[in-house]
Antibody, heavy 121, light 110 residues
Framework: DVQLAESGGGLVQPGGSLRLSCAASGFTISNYWMGWVRQAPGKGLEWVANIKQDGSEKYYVDSVKGRFTISRDNAENSLFLQMNRLRAEDTAVYYC??????????????WGQGTLVTVSS | QTVVTQEPSFSVSPGETVTLTCGLSSGSVSTRNHPSWYQQTPGRAPRTLIYGTNIRSSGVPDRFSGSMLGDKAALTITGAQADDDSDYYCLLYVGSGIWVFGGGTKLTVL
């Protein structure tokens, strides 16, 4: 069964740091682009970052550039998101996602269950 | 900054057909944007419905279909059921490695 399990969320003060982890099972992440999507309380989905299979390419939404770093450990079948200089507006559920590529089309599948990050003093 | 547009809300009666759309502030949506659609119920992770404009994900009922409608991507639910009462999001590739979700459509079936 293909699954993604996030961990590392919690309460952090503004300006602080947090590292999210995502453990994949049922497939080998080295074959896939991976990413993070977040959802602020009561708001819509926002794509945050993607990383290529070998880590050679990384892309970010403008609002997190320079503060967040996506990385992966293919040997451990895990994905990470290092979040620095956190702001109140980063408060959200963070979903770990796999990018599937089928018949020439990219989409997200599956999604993890999410981990809540709360930035507050 | 590219904005992906969706209707904020829709209300339908059970058995009716509804079409949700997904547009781009910068112009027309095309298949090059890799349109995909996701369903989310409160408190749960999203579920993938449609990718590649019109390909149903595994296990998705055939009452869900995707298409291009003019300059927008579209999701049609034919014969809406109570279980379809959810939020629906489209996702588009806008170039240079960047992806953008629409603001979501809250569909009420009653």
């Amino acid at each position: 069964d293909v699954q993604l399990a996030e961990s590392g969320g919690g309460l952090v003060q503004p300006g602080g740091s947090l590292r999210l982890s995502c453990a994949a099972s049922g497939f080998t992440i080295s074959n896939y682009w991976m990413g993070w999507v977040r959802q602020a309380p009561g708001k819509g989905l926002e794509w945050v970052a993607n990383i290529k299979q070998d880590g050679s390419e990384k892309y970010y939404v403008d609002s997190v550039k320079g503060r967040f770093t996506i990385s992966r450990d293919n040997a451990e079948n895990s994905l990470f998101l290092q979040m620095n200089r956190l702001r109140a507006e980063d408060t959200a559920v963070y979903y770990c996602v796999r990018w599937q590529y089928i018949s020439g089309w990219y989409s997200i599948d599956p999604w993890g269950q999410g981990t809540l990050v709360t930035v507050s003093s | 900054q590219t904005v992906v547009t969706q209707e904020p809300s829709f209300s339908v009666s059970p058995g009716e057909t509804v079409t949700l759309t997904c547009g781009l502030s910068s112009g027309s949506v095309s298949t090059r944007n890799h349109p995909s659609w996701y369903q989310q119920t409160p408190g749960r992770a999203p579920r993938t419905l449609i990718y590649g404009t019109n390909i149903r994900s595994s296990g998705v009922p055939d009452r869900f279909s995707g298409s291009m409608l003019g300059d927008k991507a579209a999701l049609t639910i034919t014969g809406a059921q109570a279980d379809d009462d959810s939020d629906y999001y489209c996702l588009l590739y806008v170039g240079s490695g960047i992806w953008v979700f629409g603001g979501g459509t809250k569909l009420t079936v009653l």
